[in-house]
């Protein structure tokens, strides 16, 4: 399983960027899909999360009202809007894929997901 995540970049305060995640295989539309974020000398943490059919979504709360996941599983797609950004988002995105299909549930634990892409970083300066 390939994740390739893409849509990073440098923003302004209260910017937007959108982040995409594509699967290399067709069937990775039957996980569930979460983005992490690490920022420099801290701990990866969760920030959003779908099932397999989007019917289950999970933000962390610094994120909810800001962030929105979504996907298409037509294109193998994830997606990850971000508006509002503030300089505490500044971070390395990944997004992972679960290992279970068919879920219509999602964790936010790192070690419920497998298969990571290799990340896409964010900037937001003051």
């Known amino acids: 399983v390939q994740l390739q995540a893409s849509g990073g970049g440098l923003v302004q305060t209260g910017g937007s960027l959108r982040l995409s995640c594509a699967a290399s295989?067709?069937?990775?539309?039957?996980?569930?899909v979460g983005w992490f974020r690490q920022a420099p000398g801290k701990e990866r943490e969760f920030v959003a999360a779908?099932?397999?059919?989007?019917?289950?979504?999970e933000y962390t709360d610094a994120v909810k009202g800001r962030f929105t996941i979504s996907r298409d599983n037509a294109k193998n797609t994830v997606y990850l809007q971000m508006n509002s950004l503030k300089p505490e988002d500044t971070a390395v995105y990944y997004c992972?894929?679960?290992?279970?299909?068919?879920?219509?549930?999602?964790?936010?634990?790192?070690?419920?997901?497998?298969?990571w892409g290799q990340g896409t970083q964010v900037t937001v300066s003051s």
């Open positions: 295989e067709r069937r990775s539309a039957l996980y569930a």
């Open positions: 779908i099932s397999w059919r989007g019917g289950s979504i």
């Open positions: 992972a894929r679960s290992g279970r299909p068919y879920t219509d549930y999602v964790r936010a634990g790192v070690d419920d997901y497998p298969y």
